[in-house]
């Protein structure tokens, strides 16, 4: 170039503190330069992923999909067949000690694996569906028990919630159907061209359409682009976004529904529940989306049904050993 230009380039929200880039910052501002934000440009470009970079962050979904299957999932069914009392945040430092051991990180070093954020666990009532709260201190109480984890493998990163459903009223499961059709929808409309707005617009229609009272309880945003960031402000699926998906993204998507009412319940911690199910996806040519998590989410695969003397004939507890 000509080095004449007055524009520079900045990712606005990287803050750095100490004496150097404080006297660097007046500097600039002296010469009259005028700062412009490229973070959302530069992460456009960097959105969509080249080989090696999917490798890693389908190992790095490979590891998430073996810790909730063969440690969390496995741990719940014990506390819960156990009755014991144990606590969210104690639930979720066990889940972060379990990336510890190679068993449950297929086939990953170990010193290579870390967690995008702390996992989040809740129960009993007390639901906030985004990935900056952490898990509290409550019991789980055995209802609707939804985890979210991500987990990074050579600073890549990945994400996936599930719900676990204890004794599930038939409501619920309903409500969970609807939930894993909606997922659906965002993954066929999740292609090459599309553009974040339209494809959150689609699963809004289906919702409008289909179970309107719905509406006002559903996440406020479907998920949001990933690599080594874990979440990429700039692409998220919600209405607003004009932002265009390119063959090769990764996403997390995530939908969700809080404040569900449960009828007929007796204790408070049972009357509200949420539903919420998460996973990372890579954008594909045509569509939908390929699934990178592949982790079973039917009602029977986290349904955990407890056995009652007077209902011999329950199933479900057969599918839940798979």
Not at 66 to 72: A, I, N, P, Q, R
Not at 83 to 103: F, N, P, T
Not at 197 to 213: G, H, N, T
Request: charged share 30%.
């Amino acid at each position: 170039g000509s080095r004449g230009g007055r524009r520079l380039g900045v990712f606005a929200k990287d803050k750095f503190p100490g004496e150097f880039l404080r006297s660097w910052n007046d500097a600039l501002a002296k010469e009259g330069f005028e700062k412009v934000d490229v973070s959302a440009a530069v992460a456009q470009a960097m959105a969509a992923k080249e080989e090696v970079e999917l490798q890693l962050m389908r190992k790095a979904a490979a590891i998430t999909s073996e810790v909730f299957t063969k440690f969390f999932k496995e741990r719940v069914m014990e506390i819960v067949d156990a009755d014991e009392k144990v606590r969210h945040s104690k639930l979720a430092e066990a889940v972060e000690k379990a990336i510890e051991e190679k068993k449950f990180l297929a086939g990953a070093d170990p010193s290579a694996v870390e967690m995008c954020y702390p996992p989040i666990i809740q129960s009993g009532g007390n639901y906030n569906l985004k990935f900056s709260v952490v898990s509290d201190k409550s019991h789980m109480h055995f209802g609707a028990i939804t985890c979210s984890m991500g987990i990074r493998y050579k600073s890549y990163c990945s994400n996936l919630v599930r719900t676990l459903m204890v004794d599930p009223s038939q409501e619920m499961q309903e409500h969970y159907g609807f939930l894993l059709g909606l997922q659906e929808v965002l993954l066929r409309e999740l292609r090459h061209g599309a553009r974040l707005c339209d494809v959150y617009a689609a699963v809004m229609d289906v919702v409008k359409k289909q179970r309107p009272e719905l509406l006002g309880k559903i996440t406020k945003n479907l998920g949001f682009a990933m690599g080594i960031e874990f979440r990429e402000g700039s692409l998220v699926i919600n209405s607003k976004n004009q932002q265009r998906l390119k063959k090769g993204m990764v996403f997390s998507v995530n939908v969700g529904l809080s404040e569900l009412p449960n009828r007929g319940a007796a204790r408070p911690e049972d009357r509200t529940y949420a539903l919420f199910l998460g996973d990372t996806v890579l954008v594909d040519e045509d569509g939908p989306a390929v699934l990178l998590t592949a982790v079973k989410k039917k009602v029977k695969n986290v349904g955990i049904f407890l056995k009652n003397e007077d209902e011999d004939e329950e199933e479900p507890d057969k599918d839940e050993a798979e």
